[in-house]
């Protein structure tokens, strides 16, 4: 049963800095590609940062590049999304993915067989 857990989100100002983590279970996703995605009030869902596998590339959307940063401590199962100069705009639900590491399609959704629950971060300004 793999399962991931999601935390980290909360309350920000614009200009502050928060750290998002995703806990696997029931997997060693050293060999998966990771995904952070998020939605925000009245939007569909969006790719954020990307990675095919551990060592690979990281990709990120072009709102978030600069900004964010996607890791792994591969031994403990967890991603992390570090996320600096926080605007009002990156007010959504983040959620954690880990699927199929198809280099060509990192940005697509459907590879991605396990989500997280969500954790919503709201940047005040």
């Known amino acids: 049963d793999v399962q991931l857990q999601a935390s980290g989100g909360g309350l920000a100002q614009a200009g502050g800095s928060l750290r998002l983590s995703c806990t696997a279970s029931?997997?060693?996703?050293?060999?998966?590609?990771i995904g952070w995605f998020r939605q925000a009030p009245g939007k569909p869902r969006e790719g954020v940062a990307v990675?095919?596998?551990?060592?690979?590339?990281?990709y990120y959307s072009d709102s978030v590049k600069g900004r964010f940063t996607l890791t792994r401590d591969n031994a403990k199962n967890t991603a992390f999304l570090q996320m600096n100069s926080l605007k009002t705009d990156d007010t959504a639900v983040y959620y954690c993915?880990?699927?199929?590491?198809?280099?060509?399609?990192?940005?697509?959704?459907?590879?991605?067989?396990?989500w997280g629950q969500g954790t919503l971060v709201t940047v005040s300004s």
């Open positions: 029931g997997l060693t996703f050293d060999d998966y590609a």
């Open positions: 990675s095919r596998r551990s060592g690979g590339m990281t």
């Open positions: 993915a880990v699927g199929t590491p198809i280099l060509s399609a990192l940005w697509d959704s459907r590879i991605y067989h396990y």
